[in-house]
């Protein structure tokens, strides 16, 4: 078989950048979880905090998204989202409920924390 170099560029898959977060601070990686979340119409999860990065994406419905000190934004299907490590964010679930991957970037024996905490207020 004959190998033929080629750049992602020349191949005929779309291919579109939907987030290029910096993750920090820096911490060793030694795997990814991803789990499927779903919440029921309206459910508010309020403001919590991860022990590390969360990335995700939303499957169906929609979500109230805003990460402290930031803008509200209502996510739908297709968009995604960055929960840094240790910054309050609310992830609040649409009239419609909501399901959403969330993938978890874990070092070595680390599993994924959620911290609730008291009302941030929105500048």
């Known amino acids: 078989m004959e190998t033929v170099n080629v ?6 898959v779309g291919r579109e950048v939907l987030l290029d977060e ?3 601070p820096v911490k060793p990686i030694s795997r990814v979880e991803v789990r499927r ?6 459910f ?3 403001w919590h905090v991860h022990n590390g990065p969360v990335l995700g994406s939303v499957v169906a419905g929609s979500v109230h998204f805003q ?12 968009e995604v989202f960055h929960e840094p490590v ?6 609040d679930a649409g009239p ?3 399901t959403f991957l969330g993938y978890f970037l874990l ?3 680390e599993q994924p924390e959620i911290a609730l905490v008291g009302a941030v207020p929105v500048e």
């Open 7 to 12: 750049t992602p560029d020349q191949l005929p």
């Open 22 to 24: 910096p993750v920090s």
């Open 37 to 42: 979340i779903t919440m029921p119409p309206g």
């Open 44 to 46: 508010a999860a309020g």
């Open 67 to 78: 990460v402290e000190g930031g803008p509200e934004t209502v996510l739908t299907a297709g």
């Open 86 to 91: 240790g910054v309050p964010v609310r992830f």
């Open 96 to 98: 419609e409920g909501a």
């Open 107 to 109: 070092a070595d024996g």
